[in-house]
């Protein structure tokens, strides 16, 4: 079919103005990179730098080797790591169990979920449940009261009301009991929701910013974001400078690299999910 003069002209239009929001969306992050790449003299004697003449990796190799640096880049590993495999395992272990129709009291702990989502106690009462469980400046105080979702859980659910009930009949017969038919036989099959998900919780881990000021008082302890947001407010943050400042690459490029390699590991990991996310990400929409 002949497109017409004006579908033609609303085409144009769509492509004219998607073009722009992707460049202007674009352009702070093509900026961010240029610049942490930039030699240090030549981004002193420009007033900007868009296509550097001389690349540099001096900004890198600074943050890099300064223990303050590599120490909060090991502590935001360890939360997204171990803080996701702990998520998921709570996760799918709840939203299994709702999911069982023989689960006594199962609408009441629903219930209890939906509250839970509806209703936010407040930072004072999550911080004195905190402190009161012994967690204040430890890294499981991050891990800990964020370890399920209610949402995600309700999501999970509906990914595992969808899997027929005649596989755990045949895993049974089989001889395997509950926790064997939840590891060896649902678990496989749920590869998408654990993707999908596993995703979510190592993002909201690898970002973790407002309950580490909150939990957190020894700077050793601090994640990347914590120290990164020292780093951009603070011209020469004594964590990360040395005897030696004078010889630091300029505090703007050092910035534009912290943002990059804090940036970077999300990033890497999405290319290895994405046959699985796609999928995961419609958990529980669609009932066949």
């Known amino acids: 079919m002949k497109a017409s003069f004006g579908d033609r002209l609303f085409t144009i239009a769509n492509v004219v103005v998607l073009g722009i929001i992707s460049i202007v969306t674009f352009f702070p992050l093509y900026y961010v990179f240029v610049v942490s790449f930039t030699d240090s003299t030549e981004y002193l004697t420009k007033p900007f730098v868009l296509f ?12 890099l080797s300064t223990d303050a640096f590599v120490r909060s880049l090991g502590n935001s590993a360890f939360l997204a790591t171990v803080g996701t495999g702990c998520s998921l395992a709570v996760t799918a272990a709840l939203a299994y169990a709702l999911s069982r129709k023989r689960l006594r009291g199962r609408r009441m702990i629903l219930l209890l979920i939906l ?7 407040g930072i004072i009462p999550n911080y004195m449940v905190v402190r009161e469980l012994g967690l204040i400046n430890s890294m499981w105080a991050l891990i800990i009261p964020a370890l399920a979702s209610g949402w995600n859980v309700i999501l999970m659910k509906g990914f595992f009301d969808s899997i027929p009930a005649e596989l755990e009949e045949s895993a049974a017969i089989d001889g395997c009991n509950d926790i064997s038919t939840w590891i060896r036989i649902i678990l496989p099959l749920s590869l998408p929701a654990m993707a ?10 690898w ?14 302890k601090w994640p990347i974001q914590v120290l990164l947001q020292n780093l951009l407010i603070s011209s020469s943050n004594s964590e990360l400078t040395s005897d030696a400042f004078m010889k630091a690459p300029p505090t703007e490029t050092l910035k534009m690299a912290a943002v990059i390699i804090a940036t970077v590991p999300i990033l890497a990991v999405y290319p290895f999910l994405q046959k699985h996310f796609a999928k995961g990400a419609m958990i529980g929409s669609v009932k066949g």
């Open 52 to 63: 550097p003449e001389k690349w540099s990796f001096d900004s890198y190799h600074y943050l």
């Open 207 to 220: 970002n973790q910013f407002f309950n580490a000021l909150l939990y957190l008082n020894d700077p050793n």
């Open 196 to 205: 999908a998900f596993g995703l979510f919780y190592a993002v909201g881990y």
């Open 115 to 121: 509250v839970t989502i509806l209703f936010n106690p």
